[in-house]
């Protein structure tokens, strides 16, 4: 049996500390397929958890072989990017996978190249960089930014991404509701934390792009999607990444920044 353990420590939003640790630790457990994973989860001084991470005991049932994922994204400058690369990443790898082994998958007790493995997690981190500049998806990047994610950061699916509607005026609806939140729990308390203030002022600050770049499309007379004028939610943020393959004969590493995976 392949003992797998990630044990992953966040250090939340960089740049901003609490008066004191945060250290209550968040510990999942799972077995499948073989596999024996753990993960443990700790705040620490930082004022937000913004990291994410997934445990996939077997990938694609579709796929036939026996294929584990597991993989921590570091966040940077807030949790949105580390969130949505969780949700998104497992998918494409598995679309990745099908297109190369075919439709119709591959035996149970067959191994999938570990070379073709190395290249499609390759290829997903780079689509997963796509996605993140591409205005259909910064609705998703600003849900991840407001929904509470509670203080695992583990993610496990990709949230529903609507093509239809106004996704501007979406993502401008959230804005608010984030801004207004914010605001009545500095009511209630009589004072306004370093935290919430920062966050109002991004909030506010990407309300006004979005309000220009709607208004120059209304002046222009374009017919083209709103979409198209969003700005890039994602910036500032991002995250850094390790993903580790577990296939029957081998284990296919990936990363992109300073995150580091360790064979014990």
């Known amino acids: 049996r392949l003992h797998s353990v990630f044990v992953h420590v966040s250090w939340g939003q960089m740049g901003s500390y609490l008066s004191s640790p945060v250290t209550t630790k968040e510990t999942e457990q799972g077995t499948g397929n073989g596999l024996d994973w753990a993960?443990?989860?700790?705040?620490?001084?930082?004022?937000?958890?913004?990291?994410?991470h997934f445990a996939l005991t077997k990938l694609d049932q579709d796929l036939g072989a026996s294929l584990g994922l597991f993989g921590v994204f570091d966040g940077h400058g807030g949790r949105e990017v580390a969130r949505f690369s969780a949700a998104r990443l497992p998918g494409l790898v598995s679309s990745d996978l099908r297109r190369r082994v075919?439709?119709?998958?591959?035996?149970?007790?067959a191994t999938i190249d570990p070379d073709a493995i190395a290249e499609?997690?390759?290829?997903?981190?780079n689509q997963v960089?796509?996605?993140?500049?591409?205005?259909?998806?910064?609705?998703?990047?600003?849900?991840h930014r407001n929904i509470p994610a509670g203080s695992d950061g583990v993610v496990t699916s990709a949230p529903?991404?609507?093509?239809?509607?106004?996704?501007?005026?979406?993502?401008?609806?959230?804005?608010?509701?984030?801004?207004?939140?914010?605001?009545?729990?500095?009511?209630?308390?009589?004072?306004?934390s370093t935290q919430e203030a920062l966050r109002i002022m991004k909030g506010t600050a990407f309300l006004q792009r979005l309000e220009q770049a709607s208004q120059a499309m209304s002046n222009s007379g374009s017919h083209h999607s709103e979409e198209a004028t969003a700005p890039n939610a994602a910036l500032n943020v991002g995250c850094t990444a390790v993903c580790v393959m577990v296939t029957p004969s081998h284990l296919v590493c990936a990363n992109a920044g300073d995150s580091r995976a360790v064979l014990c």
Not at 39 to 52: F, K, L, N, V
């Open 129 to 143: 960089d796509e996605l993140l500049v591409d205005p259909k998806y910064q609705a998703e990047l600003i849900s």
């Open 160 to 192: 529903s991404n609507s093509r239809g509607g106004n996704a501007v005026q979406q993502v401008q609806d959230r804005l608010q509701a984030s801004i207004a939140s914010d605001m009545a729990r500095a009511r209630e308390r009589g004072a306004l």
């Open 120 to 125: 499609s997690m390759a290829r997903t981190f």
């Open 102 to 109: 075919g439709q119709r998958g591959v035996r149970e007790d």
């Open 39 to 52: 993960s443990t989860c700790m705040q620490g001084w930082r004022t937000g958890m913004e990291d994410a």
